[in-house]
């Protein structure tokens, strides 16, 4: 059974067409990839998924449960997490504060009589966290101060905080470097299986590696999927990517 | 290496630091232990004065009476605290969640209006229904207050729910316009507010048998009625503050979508917020007028609002403790300036042009307020004494190393 199904999703903005009618559907325990040259409506297709756009018309069931309407908090307790192409973390408060935070929101949220430091498990689940993203050594740094691919890292942490089901990875990858990005591709592999992954990238060599399926999108509509050679020889796929 | 050779001179910036690191750990200790005698300083200085005119040291009492001009007396040091005790309500939205509300004035007018109100009129003789009035000979002022509590967090909650999905200059305006419209009511129904007169006879304010009166020499009750309410509530605060909710509004403060996504519903955290820092507002409103006894119509007019955002950022926002010393500041220069220093020059008179100024010359050099600044000097100090550490520790080890690569030559 599918963990994420989406039926006929579109998105306009007015007169633009963000995402036509996409239907797709992830299983859980795969590691997949959206694809497509800019514009191709990924990024709307992902704010759909996770709740910060409502779609136009279609519907995302998460889960066995029609998700379309439901608010970007509650999917996150449903098990959606993501992250965003531009990095988006607290950067006022410290690397362990911002993992904190997020594995706080699955107990407590109104809790006014107790002390933060007094939930010892928040902290030792986040400083585990801390250490598969391998920022255990800036734990008591500003977040803002860390460099650009350790707040990528930093991001997932606080995405895999809140324990998700199924993690949104919005370019992963975007601003590193070649090797930056050969060691995010590994890192991100070995957080599948039980956690499902989709991912959306802009470069098509970052996902080669690592995904089970990958999807192609373009002017927000379904253009072709499959594995990485199925895609690679597809016809469709070639005109799109060589004309750019 | 510059940073490694050791400090032998003190700057002031360094001075500064230092006190204000015995002030982050004996601060609040020294700062109680005041407060809790302040009135029994300030009555010890009068009756010194009434001392020495008595045994004919009358130049000295006059240099001591002159000296008594520049020390803020009981029933400013009350004013001070109730204004603690808002800023501090307030600042759990603007220095935590990021909210500036423009309106906070609301809060603080109908927190002071619910007590005057239900004491101005349920007595004889009024339009009040003759059980109520049979019920409390004399009302007491713990119904009253406990009633504020309820009309306040009520109001709170109600405006919370029209503004709090706003944001920035939105949030401010929307703010602003629904306080003025309690503004104008309570300026259109003067049968019961007292209009722009003021709401006054209030004289009866008592706390079981305890008359909560104020005269100049008659201050004290009150000073610790306000000091022990303004207390509990401040650390109701505070322990908010630092509980794990506290967390979640500098969360959404700093980054509301990330939030969001993180699984908070961030309406209602702001709401909740919002009701709390309202709620507060009205009770520091009531206690207001309960050292004023009246409820002058400026209490629920934007001067208030405006008032409490200067004394927060005074002190600075980003500090528990901020709003306390800009409330402090505040007064303390009104005081100055309307009474001291306009004995010398008349153009003090206008205190407010001259505390403007000062506002103005501190949003723009120490924008993060006179507490904030010295919280960051401190800050910058301490990892200043701890690169210099370093520094030092590994010069030390160089040398050693130098010298046991000598010796093994």
Redesign the interface.
């Known amino acids: 059974m599918p963990i994420l199904e989406t039926k006929n999703l579109s998105k306009h903005f007015g007169a633009l067409i963000a995402v036509d009618g996409v239907d797709y559907a992830v299983d859980s325990g795969e590691l997949r990839s959206i694809i497509g040259p800019n514009g191709a409506g990924k990024t709307t297709f992902f704010n759909m998924i ?1 709740g ?1 756009l409502i779609p136009t018309s279609g519907q995302v069931i998460f889960d066995g449960a029609d998700v379309s309407e439901v ?4 999917r ?2 449903m098990g959606i ?2 992250t965003y192409q531009i990095t ?6 410290s690397v362990l ?1 911002n993992i ?3 594995a ?3 107990k ?9 430091p007094s ?1 010892k498990e928040l902290v030792e689940k986040s400083d585990g966290i801390l250490e598969r993203i391998n920022l255990t050594e800036k734990r008591d740094e500003l977040a803002g101060t860390l460099a650009h691919g350790e707040q990528r890292y930093l991001e997932i942490g ?1 995405a895999l ?2 324990d998700p089901k199924l993690l949104l990875l919005d370019e992963p990858t975007a601003g590193m470097s070649p090797e930056e990005t050969i060691q995010t591709g590994e890192f991100i592999k070995s957080l599948a299986d039980p956690l499902t992954i989709v991912l959306v990238e802009h470069d098509m060599e970052v996902v080669l590696g690592i995904s089970d399926k990958i999807t192609v999108l373009h002017n927000g509509a379904f253009l072709a999927e499959g594995t990485v050679e199925e895609v690679r020889a597809n016809a469709e796929v070639q005109r799109v990517y060589l004309r750019e | 290496m510059d940073s490694a050779a050791p400090k032998n001179r003190f700057t002031p910036r360094e001075f500064w630091a230092w006190l204000s690191e015995v002030f982050d750990n004996y601060g609040i200790l020294i700062l109680a232990a005041i407060l809790v005698i302040y009135p029994f300083l300030f009555d010890a200085l009068n009756e010194s004065i009434i001392w020495l005119e008595d045994n004919d040291w009358e130049e000295t009492a006059e240099i001591v009476a002159e000296f008594r001009g520049f020390v803020p007396s009981t029933p400013l040091m009350i004013q001070i605290l109730i204004y603690t005790l808002f800023g501090i309500a307030f600042n759990i939205l603007l220095g935590n969640t990021g909210m500036l509300s423009l309106g906070h004035c609301a809060f603080f007018g109908v927190g002071g209006y619910t007590v005057g109100i239900m004491h101005a009129w349920i007595k004889p003789g009024t339009y009040a229904p003759d059980w109520m009035v049979s019920a409390f000979k004399v009302l007491p002022l713990e119904i009253s207050l406990i009633t504020c509590v309820i009309v306040s967090t009520f109001v709170a909650w109600l405006i919370g729910t029209i503004c709090s999905t706003k944001r920035g200059v939105y949030f401010a305006m929307v703010t602003l316009s629904i306080s003025m419209i309690f503004y104008y009511s309570a300026q259109t129904f003067d049968d019961l507010t007292g209009g722009t007169d003021g709401l006054g006879g209030l004289e009866n304010m008592r706390l079981g048998s305890i008359n909560l009166r104020v005269g100049i020499m008659d201050a004290n009750i009150t000073y610790y009625f306000v000091f022990i309410v303004s207390v509990v509530f401040i650390a109701a605060i505070w322990q908010v503050l630092r509980s794990p909710f506290g967390h979640v509004l500098r969360a959404v403060r700093e980054n509301e979508n990330r939030a969001r996504i993180c699984g908070y519903n961030v309406a209602k955290v702001r709401l909740m917020a919002f009701t709390m820092s309202g709620a507060i507002s009205g009770i520091a409103g009531a206690l207001a007028i309960i050292y004023g006894e009246t409820v002058p119509i400026e209490n629920i007019h934007f001067i208030t609002s405006g008032q409490i955002v200067i004394i927060t950022l005074f002190g600075g926002a980003g500090t528990f403790l901020g709003p306390a010393v800009g409330s402090f500041i505040y007064w303390y220069l009104r005081q100055l300036m309307s009474v001291e220093f306009v004995k010398y020059l008349a153009i003090f008179q206008y205190w407010e042009a001259w505390v403007g100024g000062i506002f103005v010359l501190i949003v723009l050099f120490v924008p993060s307020g006179i507490l904030g600044t010295i919280r960051n000097m401190t800050l910058e100090y301490r990892e200043k004494k701890l690169l210099n550490r370093k520094a030092v520790a590994e010069a030390l080890a160089k040398n050693a190393e130098d010298e046991a690569a000598t010796e093994a030559e």
Do not use: C, Y
């Open positions: 996770a910060d608010p970007a908090h509650e996150s307790h997490g993501r988006n973390i607290f950067p006022k408060l504060e904190r935070i997020a706080q929101s699955r407590m949220t109104f809790n006014l009589w107790s002390t933060v939930h606080i905080a809140t």
